[in-house]
């Protein structure tokens, strides 16, 4: 099947064989280390919302969760679409950068992409200012499945929309629920429960006013 996006395909990869050699090698290496950064910022966010409100410490519990949902959404749409790799399938484009993968192995959508929407989105609901990290990082990852020659640019952009909106449905669906479980961790006996879910944000106890020992004349 000829997509109306090959071309565009042989474009980026041509231009990814004509760059130098450590920008191969990083687009490479890139591809699989945005996820460990994603990861990261996740238990970044799990940690200081132990001191948040409960709310706000349901939707960072959410957000790998959500983000683990729209993977396996990912997988079933590639199991209904079987569309082959481009690195086999599209006639003349250059040698991709990374190892092709199997036969069975289907490319559409990405599953990098998917993960990096999901992840992106569910962090800025984290927290506002992380989307200034995340939507770059996403759109750097989504590209680099391109530029490595492994997906073709649609499958990438529809992991993205895929990533995003399923997310954004998991977190919007189970908000509630998480909230409840998690003044339930939070009021526990168990110590493992309250380690997990944090002690919320700190109360300020106001100290009282000394005790007058005068009385006014």
């Known amino acids: 099947m000829d997509f109306v996006d090959s071309g565009l395909y042989r474009d980026i990869t041509d231009y990814a064989q004509e760059t130098p050699a450590w920008a191969q090698h990083t687009a490479e290496i890139g591809t699989e280390a945005g996820l460990l950064v994603f990861v990261a910022l996740f238990v970044a966010g799990w940690w200081r919302a132990r001191h948040a409100d409960t709310h706000a410490f349901a939707i960072a519990a959410l957000a790998p969760l959500a983000t683990a949902v729209a993977y396996v959404c990912s997988e079933v749409l590639k199991s209904g679409v079987t569309e082959e790799r481009p690195c086999r399938a599209v006639a003349g484009a250059a040698a991709s ?116 020992t005068h009385r006014r004349r």
Not at 118 to 134: D, E, H, N, P, Q
Not at 173 to 185: F, Q, S
């Open 97 to 212: 950068l990374a190892e092709c993968p199997p036969r069975g192995d289907w490319s559409f959508p990405s599953n990098h992409a998917t993960i990096a929407g999901a992840s992106a989105l569910t962090l800025v609901l984290v927290r506002r200012a992380l989307v200034w990290l995340t939507a770059p990082l996403a759109l750097l990852m989504a590209f680099s499945r391109v530029f490595v020659g492994v997906h073709y640019p649609h499958d990438v952009a529809a992991g993205l929309l895929l990533g995003t909106v399923v997310a954004f449905t998991v977190v919007r669906l189970g908000t509630r629920p998480a909230v409840r479980l998690a003044e339930a961790m939070r009021a526990s006996s168990a110590s493992t429960a309250r380690w997990l879910t944090g002690p919320g944000p700190e109360t300020v106890v106001r100290a009282a006013p000394p005790y007058a």
